[in-house]
């Protein structure tokens, strides 16, 4: 005899309330979000409960793009990394700042939230001149609208140390094209300002008082000038100590339960500080080698160590194993086209009963000639294709790397041949050596 089965009935009524489905999607698609939508996606998510015209988020984890904007067009176009990083120091590790403040060049009515694990700053802007005070002081919401902000903060956290290699070689580019174009608005305004001092300094004025206000007001402005071109150096750099000390962090929970004896090495405190792409891509390899050495069997015992030499960040990570490790498998040809991103180089010695010792050098200074990748528009796997072409692989491999058919490889390939102007592979490859790819 069959038995029937009772219908499946879909609870639909909660007691009390309905369902916010609204939030729920909302919640959803921040914890999916890529880097580029995720402001955006913050600021449809919080605006039912914060109003505001424009959301901006300021991260030292990004370093190519450290600012993600959304709203009000010239707040997104004019913001700066000096008016935030000013912002920043009256907001609380913990609690809600409102208040007003200079934004996109002129004082606006602004709500603020940190991110305590990655000093993350959260702003959202108000028009007019005291709404953003009452709003943020009356809001209810402030719990929800506070675990909404961290997860998007998480999850900037989470995509960073996943990223991809077309990622840290766009971020190297915008680092290193930030730092030329600042420095030649220092040179530029640096002078000038020298100028107006000398001229001011060189007793043809009678005035004394006017000489005295005119030397006072350019020093001021040249300090200030100074001070911000230190801001955005610092904004790109890590110190080499703070760097292995997050990476012990990340690794302490894997390391705790393992039962494998993992030994780490510290820097040197003076060592250079690190640009934040290479800092970012040295933990993400350590953890990637960690991970692999610790599947092998018979591994007891992992160090790792780093160092500096004054132009490279020198990582040495070795296992007590019986030197069995693969170097063909995914995931270490994954972290080895991490290293190729960064100009930098991996050397693996698996020494048959004694383990495995692994290498990695990473430049500290980005290549002469940085990659303009912006400039091709390429899109993410468009630049990985190249990159391994770049590198001299052929389709089959760039195939298996990239885990994807030699067909889908063809296609990007004539895709690049489009957007780069040439005609044939050779042309495509020389082009990339001569923009810095390797």
């Given at each position: 005899?069959?038995?029937?089965?009772?219908?499946?009935?879909l609870?639909?009524?909660?007691?009390?309330?309905?369902?916010?489905?609204?939030?729920?999607?909302?919640?959803?698609?921040?914890?999916?979000?890529?880097?580029?939508?995720?402001?955006?996606?913050?600021?449809?998510?919080?605006?039912?409960y914060?109003?505001?015209?424009?959301?901006?988020?300021f991260?030292?984890?990004?370093?190519?793009?450290?600012?993600?904007?959304?709203?009000?067009?010239?707040?997104?176009?004019?913001?700066?990394?000096?008016?935030?990083?000013?912002?920043?120091?009256?907001?609380?590790?913990?609690?809600?700042w409102?208040?007003?403040?200079?934004?996109?060049?002129?004082?606006?009515?602004?709500?603020?939230?940190?991110?305590?694990?990655?000093?993350?700053?959260?702003?959202?802007?108000?028009?007019?001149?005291?709404?953003?005070?009452?709003?943020?002081g009356?809001?209810?919401?402030?719990?929800?609208?506070?675990?909404?902000?961290?997860?998007?903060?998480?999850?900037i956290?989470?995509?960073?140390?996943?990223?991809?290699?077309?990622?840290?070689?766009?971020?190297?580019?915008?680092?290193?094209?930030?730092?030329?174009?600042?420095?030649?608005?220092?040179?530029?305004?640096?002078?000038?300002?020298?100028?107006?001092?000398?001229?001011?300094?060189?007793?043809?004025?009678?005035?004394?008082?006017?000489?005295?206000t005119v030397?006072?007001?350019?020093?001021?402005?040249?300090?200030?000038?100074?001070?911000?071109?230190?801001q955005?150096?610092?904004?790109?750099?890590?110190?080499?100590?703070?760097?292995?000390?997050?990476?012990?962090?990340?690794?302490?929970?894997l390391?705790?339960?393992?039962?494998i004896?993992v030994?780490?090495?510290?820097?040197?405190?003076?060592?250079?500080?690190?640009?934040g792409?290479?800092?970012?891509?040295?933990?993400?390899?350590?953890?990637?080698?960690?991970?692999?050495?610790?599947?092998?069997?018979?591994?007891?015992?992992?160090r790792t160590?780093?160092?500096?030499?004054?132009?490279?960040?020198?990582?040495?990570?070795?296992?007590?194993?019986?030197?069995?490790?693969?170097?063909?498998?995914?995931?270490?040809?994954?972290?080895?086209?991490?290293?190729?991103?960064?100009?930098?180089?991996?050397?693996?010695?698996?020494?048959?009963?004694?383990?495995?010792?692994?290498?990695?050098?990473?430049?500290?200074?980005?290549?002469a000639?940085?990659?303009?990748?912006?400039?091709?528009?390429?899109?993410?796997?468009?630049?990985?294709?190249?990159?391994?072409?770049?590198?001299?692989?052929?389709?089959?491999?760039?195939?298996?790397?990239?885990?994807?058919?030699?067909?889908?490889?063809?296609?990007?390939?004539?895709?690049?041949?489009r957007?780069?102007?040439?005609?044939?592979?050779?042309?495509?490859?020389?082009l990339?050596h001569?923009?810095?790819?390797?």
């Amino acid at each position: 005899m069959i038995e029937s089965t009772p219908p499946v009935r879909l609870v639909t009524d909660f007691p009390g309330t309905a369902l916010p489905w609204p939030l729920l999607r909302a919640v959803a698609r921040i914890a999916e979000a890529p880097l580029s939508a995720i402001a955006e996606r913050l600021h449809e998510a919080v605006r039912p409960y914060t109003g505001g015209d424009a959301l901006v988020i300021f991260t030292e984890e990004c370093t190519g793009r450290p600012q993600k904007k959304s709203g009000d067009g010239e707040v997104v176009a004019r913001v700066s990394i000096s008016e935030l990083q000013q912002l920043r120091e009256q907001v609380a590790a913990k609690g809600p700042w409102a208040g007003t403040a200079q934004i996109a060049g002129r004082q606006r009515q602004a709500f603020a939230l940190r991110y305590a694990p990655s000093n993350a700053l959260l702003v959202i802007t108000y028009p007019g001149t005291a709404g953003g005070r009452q709003q943020a002081g009356d809001m209810e919401n402030l719990d929800l609208v506070s675990y909404l902000w961290e997860m998007a903060a998480r999850r900037i956290q989470e995509k960073v140390k996943d990223a991809p290699p077309s990622y840290l070689l766009e971020s190297r580019a915008a680092s290193a094209e930030r730092i030329r174009v600042t420095g030649e608005l220092v040179d530029l305004h640096s002078t000038t300002l020298e100028t107006i001092l000398a001229a001011a300094r060189s007793g043809s004025l009678d005035d004394a008082t006017a000489r005295a206000t005119v030397s006072d007001a350019a020093a001021k402005a040249l300090v200030e000038l100074r001070t911000h071109n230190d801001q955005t150096a610092e904004l790109v750099k890590e110190p080499v100590a703070t760097a292995f000390e997050r990476l012990c962090e990340d690794l302490r929970p894997l390391t705790r339960f393992s039962g494998i004896d993992v030994q780490f090495i510290e820097p040197p405190l003076n060592g250079r500080a690190l640009p934040g792409e290479v800092a970012i891509a040295a933990r993400a390899i350590v953890r990637g080698l960690l991970l692999a050495m610790m599947e092998q069997p018979e591994v007891r015992r992992v160090r790792t160590q780093w160092d500096c030499d004054g132009e490279n960040l020198l990582i040495n990570v070795r296992d007590d194993g019986r030197g069995g490790l693969s170097t063909d498998a995914p995931n270490m040809e994954r972290l080895q086209r991490r290293v190729q991103a960064l100009d930098g180089r991996m050397e693996v010695d698996l020494m048959p009963g004694w383990g495995a010792d692994i290498s990695v050098t990473l430049p500290l200074d980005p290549p002469a000639s940085p990659a303009d990748v912006s400039g091709w528009n390429l899109a993410a796997r468009e630049l990985e294709v190249l990159q391994l072409l770049a590198a001299g692989q052929r389709n089959r491999s760039i195939a298996a790397a990239l885990n994807i058919s030699e067909n889908t490889v063809k296609f990007h390939v004539r895709n690049l041949f489009r957007k780069l102007g040439v005609a044939s592979r050779t042309e495509a490859i020389a082009l990339a050596h001569s923009h810095g790819l390797r």
